[in-house]
């Protein structure tokens, strides 16, 4: 008689909605037309943006400015990014993003945005990014400037008192 097989299921706990709400919100907005695929729900490329400008947006908070480049020389490159899709989105829907910081190395910062379905009262997105500190002039890493260090650790040590903590992939970590 041949064996019966199991099958194990593993499932990821996330944050709630109920929990990242409570977060600032970033890039609020509807899911426009122009970014639905040939599925009806918002393409790929778009949860990234999206999340890559609610992202760009928090840090503002820590003295990182779109124009840091130009203004102070400075920049952030991505070295990594884990993405987790939970819910589609449709056009439409209203979205928001939530950022928390993880914490931070002399170059580098490792960050979860969380991408909201405010319409559904869900999270439909999740990206952990490792993202570096850049002296443009060398277009090489290096430390963290002074201000946004401590203002980075603020914010780490701010979000390291919430009553959740973020589930990382384990894939990436800094350095």
Known sequence: MPRASTVA????????????VALPS?????V??????????????HYVGIASEGLDESLLE?????????????????????????????TGDRISVRVR????SARAAHVVAYLLDDSHQKVSYVMEEIFLHIDMASRRTAD???DVAAALDKRAAADAE?????TLSGSMALR
């Not at 991505?78 to 989105?89: D, R």
């Open 9 to 20: 299921v593993v499932t990821t706990a996330y944050p709630s909605y109920d929990e990242l």
């Open 26 to 30: 970033y890039a609020p907005q509807a």
């Open 32 to 45: 426009p037309t122009a970014f639905e695929d040939i599925n009806g729900h918002l393409n790929i490329r």
């Open 62 to 90: 820590v003295g990182i400015a779109q124009n840091w480049p130009t203004v102070a020389g400075h920049g952030v490159f991505t070295a990594e990014h884990h993405m987790t899709y939970l819910s589609e989105l449709r």
């Open 101 to 104: 910081l993880v914490g931070r």
């Open 144 to 146: 963290w400037p002074d």
């Open 162 to 166: 919430l009553a959740w903590q973020p």
